[in-house]
């Protein structure tokens, strides 16, 4: 019988990204994940974002944008030059991963959840959120959360 190749996952990790608070057209980076061990060829990542506020507006996204960073010690090239740690950051060039999208009736307080598949993140990634919702996102941390489950294949 032929050799199978399948998905072997990871176990789901936090990604640190401080998203409460989020100033409406504000821009956020996560810290950066050394992919250099672990070699991940594929990434799903994971998002719970809430919504603040009386009247967010109807349709209206949360951005979402992949960076990477070609871990080339001392001159080191980043997405829109990114740092290696959560902070704030202005998106110019880096790529669009998808867009959260609020409903088109959206009250204070919406939950609104996302996932990506980030294909081939490199030996250094993160991501970028930009909140376009029209209100400051929930100010509480733990209404918010970002998580990555690593794929690599595996000949079984």
Do not use: C
Request: a negative charge; hydrophobic letters at 35%.
């Amino acid at each position: 019988m032929a050799n199978e190749i399948k998905d072997k996952f990871a176990s789901s990790t936090a990604l640190t990204i401080t998203i409460a608070s989020l100033a409406d057209a504000g821009g956020r980076q996560s810290t950066l994940v050394d992919n250099s061990t672990n070699r991940y060829q594929d990434v799903l990542l994971y998002l719970k974002i809430k919504n603040s506020g009386t009247a967010p507006t109807a349709n209206s996204v949360v951005e979402v944008y992949l960076l990477r960073d070609d871990a080339n010690g001392g001159t080191e090239h980043a997405s829109d030059g990114a740092g290696s740690s959560d902070s704030a950051i202005t998106i110019l060039n880096a790529p669009l991963l998808g867009v959260i999208r609020n409903k088109s009736s959206p009250a204070g307080g919406d939950v609104i959840y996302g996932e990506f598949l980030i294909s081939r993140p490199g030996p250094k990634w993160g991501i970028a959120i930009v909140n376009r919702t029209g209100q400051t996102l929930d100010s509480t941390g733990s209404n918010h959360w970002a998580r990555h489950v690593g794929l690599n294949p595996e000949v079984q």
